[in-house]
């Protein structure tokens, strides 16, 4: 009986909670509409993966082929080219650049001179607001192998120059380094957040037994930002599939293929410009359900490791 009361909902309880916090309950309105307009409804068209879409047909009146665009795609030549370049440049951009923001912030946070911090902190986060397209301009600029910056330095000092836009070996310490500069002082802000919300009186106990800096960093403040630090760290692998195609649109060509075509490149031009709706829906599904089975499969061992998780 106990048990079954505790999935009882009272609806005068419940609307009087509701109206005791309309105000909060108003806060998180427009993100929730959002959520339902823009992710939640549409998930209905999912089915499309399952079917051979035509906009005559529409959404329900295609023809179902069942599993027909999922067998395509795994049989695909380009199948393991994907599904490892995909991999590769998302695992690059969690190895080297998951540890950055976090080295970044804590060693701004060990600045005394508040006004050459907060300048510092500035200047870090203004390459997030710069166009994707300006930053792969930028890149072509300088890493042009006539005029470029970069070959002229190289040049300079070995005599020859390197085409590194056109150079498959390139292409993936270029994204992830790029990536990196982008958006290291940006994702620092939530590191100094949790690093702000540490009592101070732990770090005065730690100075009159006499600790360091050094080790105030890695006893204390490393320790107390850890769990944010796996939160980060499982939503990271849970969407290691989804690797953006914009940028990589703007940089790879036909010579860097092998090393820079990914899942959602090739989705991109076999669903937008063949006008392959369905294979795209499938693509994308089948990104989902991994990025979903990772998420689930990282947030259970954390759990059993750390006693951190999502859930």
Known sequence: MRAAGIFTVNPSGFFRRLIRDRV???FILPAVIYYIVFAYAP????????????????????????????????????FGRLFRNTLIIS????IFGFPVPI??????NEVEHKYFKKTVQT???LPHFISTVVVVAMMQILLSPSDGAINEMIYRFSGRRVNFMMDPGWFRPLYVGSDIWEDFGWNSIIFLAAITGIDPGLYEAAYIDG??????????????ILPTMAILLILRVGSIMSVGYEKIILMYNEMTYETADVISTFTYRRGILNYEYSFAASVGLFNSVVNFALLITTNLVSKKAFEISLW
């Open 211 to 224: 600790s360091s800096r050094w080790k105030n960093m890695v006893y204390i403040t490393i320790p107390c």
């Open 24 to 26: 909060l309950v108003l």
């Open 91 to 94: 695992s690059y951009n969690i």
């Open 43 to 78: 998930m209905y068209g999912l089915i499309i993966a399952f079917k051979k879409y035509t906009v005559a047909g529409g959404i329900l009146g295609s023809r179902w082929v069942g599993l027909q665009w999922f067998r395509q795609f795994f049989g695909s030549i380009y």
């Open 123 to 125: 200047v870090s986060y």
């Open 103 to 108: 080295l970044f912030a804590l060693l701004l």
